[in-house]
Structures are given as C-alpha cells and as structure tokens.
C-alpha cells in the first residue's frame, strides 16, 4: 500500500488518510448506483458486491487447506491428512457455491443486465485493485527491505 495511507493523526491516532480515502471511495460508488436506481436496489447491488469481495479471501483460505492437506509430507497437528482434505474442499466448494449464488439478483433488482455488469466489473475491478497492491507494493517492500538489510559477520569472522 502507499505509505501516505497509514499515515496516523497526531492527536486521534487514527489513519486518517485511509479513513478519508475509504469515505470518498464509498460516497462514489452510493452515488453511481443511485443513477436510475431506487434506494432498495442500490442497497441490494452494494450488499451483493460486499458479500462476493468478503467471500473471495476465504477462496484463498481453502485452497491453501487443501493445498497443504495434498502437499505435506506429514501434517503436523491434531488432524490428518484426509480431515484437512475434506474440510478445505468442503469450504471451497461451499464458498464458490456462495458467491456464485450472489449472481441471482434478488426481487428489488429492475434491470439484469445492469446487476450483472455491476457485480461482474465491480468484483474484477476490486479483486484486480487488490493484486495491483499486493504485487506492486508487495515488490517495492521486498526490494526495500533486502537493500537496507546489511551483513554482519561473527567476531570470529572479523579477525581471520
């Protein structure tokens, strides 16, 4: 993420640079979905957006569950190998199945095609906004971090 964004209040200690963005960034989309829209349908096409982006990490999650339950040699825990097969697919499928499901507009949604667009852009826009930072930002870090890291070798080494 930009470092500006996490800059905190002197006073409040609160990020007040994200706070602000996150207002802005809220008004915006309200105001686009107001177009030609009533307040129930704005509300039903805001809250379908919420629940697909909340869900999409818990994609990650299970993937990962099964991922490990697949790949390690020997899960070390309390469960083994076919309980964390079972439950990250199990999740997985039940997540996907969830977000899938938010596609089906519901009875105060007028226009289909409009729903559609709006879910299908709104979850690339954000989920793709979300990958941008995390490689970018998440690249700029890791070149910062290895150029101000500095070797220090043991007093053994020194006086060879």
Same mark, same amino acid.
């Given at each position: 993420?930009?470092?500006?964004?996490?800059?905190?209040?002197? +006073?409040?200690?609160?990020?007040?640079?994200?706070?602000?963005?996150?207002?802005? *960034?809220? %008004? &915006?989309?309200?105001?686009?979905?107001?177009?030609?829209?009533? *307040?129930?349908? $704005?509300?039903?096409?805001?809250?379908?957006?919420?629940?697909?982006?909340?869900?999409?990490?818990?994609?990650?999650?299970?993937?990962?569950?099964?991922?490990?339950?697949?790949?390690?040699? +020997?899960?070390?825990?309390?469960?083994?190998?076919?309980?964390? @097969? $079972?439950?990250?697919?199990?999740?997985?499928? $039940?997540? $996907?199945?969830? !977000?899938?499901?938010? @596609?089906?507009?519901?009875?105060? !949604?007028?226009?289909?095609?409009?729903?559609? &667009?709006?879910? *299908? %852009?709104?979850?690339? @826009?954000?989920?793709?906004?979300?990958? @941008?930072?995390?490689?970018?930002?998440?690249?700029?870090?890791?070149?910062?971090?290895?150029?101000? +890291?500095? *070797?220090?070798?043991?007093?053994?080494?020194?006086?060879?």
């Amino acid at each position: 993420m930009p470092r500006w964004l996490g800059n905190v209040h002197p +006073k409040y200690a609160t990020p007040y640079a994200a706070l602000i963005l996150q207002g802005i *960034v809220s %008004g &915006l989309l309200v105001l686009l979905n107001f177009a030609g829209a009533g *307040v129930q349908e $704005t509300f039903q096409k805001l809250l379908s957006l919420a629940v697909v982006l909340q869900l999409v990490p818990f994609l990650y999650m299970f993937g990962a569950l099964v991922k490990f339950a697949v790949s390690e040699t +020997k899960p070390v825990g309390q469960y083994g190998r076919g309980t964390l @097969f $079972t439950a990250g697919l199990c999740g997985l499928l $039940t997540t $996907t199945l969830g !977000i899938l499901l938010v @596609f089906f507009p519901a009875a105060q !949604i007028t226009s289909l095609w409009q729903y559609e &667009l709006w879910m *299908v %852009g709104g979850t690339v @826009f954000f989920v793709g906004l979300a990958a @941008f930072f995390f490689f970018v930002y998440g690249r700029r870090k890791l070149v910062q971090s290895a150029s101000s +890291k500095t *070797v220090t070798l043991p007093m053994s080494e020194v006086h060879r």
